[in-house]
């Protein structure tokens, strides 16, 4: 029993580590290669600025065109503009990343071991096989609210709040 506390623990301990260093490495080319797509936002041209007798008489001009741009214009408002409230609510939920790794590589190493008690002679407990089973499922559950949770926190930087 002792063998099997010792050997948890340290499988344990190296899960968390590849997990944490394989998450940090991810974040850092994440930031990479993010980086080199943000430069060609900031290369754009600006537009002059018009002066102000200039905007008058477009004003004036403009009237009449209102009328039929009014209706475009509701159209545009009934759109939502920003994120709902539900999704900055969820944008949170990317940082479960870490723990659906760590989950993930536990569910990895105890599935492995199922693989190597099937080759000796005793048969494996039941409990355990009911163990992998429940680390799987959790592991696919906690990699779902984290994609969840990317995406929401994707729309929310997207918008800007």
Not at 30 to 43: D, I, V
Not at 97 to 110: D, E, K, N, S
């Amino acid at each position: 029993m002792a063998y099997f506390l010792v050997m948890g623990g340290l499988a344990l301990s190296l899960c968390l580590l590849v997990g944490w260093s394989l998450w940090r490495v991810l974040r850092w080319l994440g930031r990479r290669l993010g980086a080199s797509g943000k430069g060609g936002k900031t290369a754009r041209a600006k537009r002059p600025a018009k002066s102000r007798a200039e905007t008058r008489s477009m004003k004036k001009d403009e009237a009449p065109a209102r009328a039929t741009t009014s209706r475009r214009s509701t159209a545009r408002q009934a759109t939502p503009r920003g994120p709902w409230r539900l999704t900055r609510a969820l944008a949170p939920l990317a940082s479960a990343w870490p723990l659906a790794l760590v989950a993930g590589l536990l569910y990895g190493g105890t599935r492995l071991a199922e693989y190597g008690m099937g080759a000796r002679p005793h048969a494996a407990p039941a409990a355990y096989h009911r163990l992998v089973e429940v680390l799987g499922w959790g592991a696919i559950g906690l990699i779902g609210v984290a994609v969840v949770g990317l995406v929401a926190s994707w729309r929310c930087r997207t918008h800007g709040d």
